[in-house]
């Protein structure tokens, strides 16, 4: 059996970062992923799908996504029910995060101006970053790339290409 989600959206939210009572963190998150195709009247509709993520990946989630903030997720679904307190069933589907990934440079405009990833921040964190199991590596600075062209051409000799 297979139950894997891969899912790229905007949050609506702040994520809400709880503690359980044996003190284990949980995130919980909606993501705004957006539709394929238009409706009837040419608008894009969305779907808005509930996540949750345990753990150090869940206070990094807290501390470092917000509302608006782009980011990738990946887990599985995972359905649920629980009796409220006027005793009716409640069913929950919702995504159990393995990981998520932050698609956007920390503090970026990006969701509310239009821009896009490259647009020459300073200090940006790697689009690339998993907060897995892997642990947080921080934010790297551009220029420390040696691939960064800085907006010129890169050089590079037939001899250096593997092919």
């Known amino acids: ?26 995130a919980t998150f909606t993501l705004a992923v957006n539709r394929p195709f238009s409706n009837q009247q040419g608008e894009k509709e ?12 869940a206070e990094n ?23 409220n307190q006027e005793g009716k069933r409640v069913y929950v ?5 393995d990981s998520v990934q932050f ?3 920390r503090g970026s405009n990006s969701a509310q ?22 642990g947080f590596e921080g934010p790297k600075k ?3 790339s040696p691939f960064f062209d800085h907006g010129k051409p890169i050089d590079i000799s037939d001899d250096d290409l593997p092919f």
Do not use: H
């Open 113 to 134: 101006s239009g821009t896009s990833f490259g647009g020459g921040a300073p200090q940006q964190q790697n689009p690339g970053s998993q907060f897995g199991g892997s």
């Open 1 to 26: 059996m297979i139950n894997r989600v891969v899912l790229v959206g905007r949050l609506t939210r702040d994520p809400e970062l709880r503690y359980t009572p044996a003190g284990v963190a949980v």
């Open 103 to 105: 698609l956007e440079p």
């Open 46 to 57: 969305a779907d808005f799908i509930s996540c949750v993520i345990w753990r150090k990946p």
């Open 61 to 83: 989630v807290a501390n470092y996504l917000k509302k608006g903030s782009l980011a990738g997720v990946e887990g599985r679904i995972q359905t649920r029910s629980y009796d």
């Open 93 to 97: 589907t919702e995504v159990l995060a």
């Open 142 to 144: 551009q220029e420390q």
